[in-house]
């Protein structure tokens, strides 16, 4: 339990040791259709501020596949619309960025005893106002579930991830993004998360980088209900 209370004292001792003026809200809709043991649809929907639920700047929304080649390894291919509006307001115009994107993405996932560890990859095509781009992502993260209901669900959650993006252009290194995470799940189709979120951006003109609130309701529905599988961690698809 001494893990437990580390984490959760980094949970909210971060958050509330900014002021609400500097911190941000980033909100996360996310919902997941499992057709069978190998393909399953997803869609998300998310919506930022810069202040704490007020100047909202951002929303995005986008939908795809996911394909289970086994419980370490999927692949998913998104695409979605992405907005990124000027500061100083709640959708103030013109906006920084109106963006088309299209992404490919392999998450491999593997046990350290009983924590989850996640390595993903993704490259993203990106159709902006301000031209074409690419970008490559990749992200670490450590998952580790616990407690048990009656229905043997373990209705907790923990996790911390870190991200770094990349282009292939100079200067290169264009973002980092970490993230400590609760999730509780209600049952097995809905779970509801909170988080604190720090992002640092490298001359990045369309969104700056900052600390976040992150609240997230992620539903999973099957076409056939299963024994929960706990084999990639429930972190949004496209945080």
Sequence with gaps: MGILNFFFIL???IPLSLSAQDLGSWNIVNIKYQLNDKW???GEAQLRSLKFYKNFHYYEYKAGFIYQFNKQLNFALG??????YREGGNFVTPKNNDE???????VFVNNLGKIKVEHRYRAEFRFTSNG??????????????????????????VNFSNELFFTNNEPYF????TIIGYTYKLNKTIALQIGYLHQFDYKINDETGRDFLLTGVHIDLKSKRKKEDDSIPIIPTDI
Excluded: C, I, M
Excluded at 79 to 84: E, L, R, V
Excluded at 100 to 106: C, E, I, N, S
């Design 11 to 13: 949970l909210f001792g």
């Design 40 to 42: 399953s649809l997803f």
């Design 79 to 84: 695409a979605g619309d992405y907005d990124t």
């Design 100 to 106: 088309f994107r299209l992404w490919p993405q392999l």
């Design 132 to 157: 074409f781009r690419n970008r490559f992502r990749y992200r670490f993260a450590l998952v580790y579930n616990f407690g048990k209901s009656k229905n043997d669900l373990k209705p907790h959650q």
């Design 174 to 177: 264009e973002r980092n993004r």
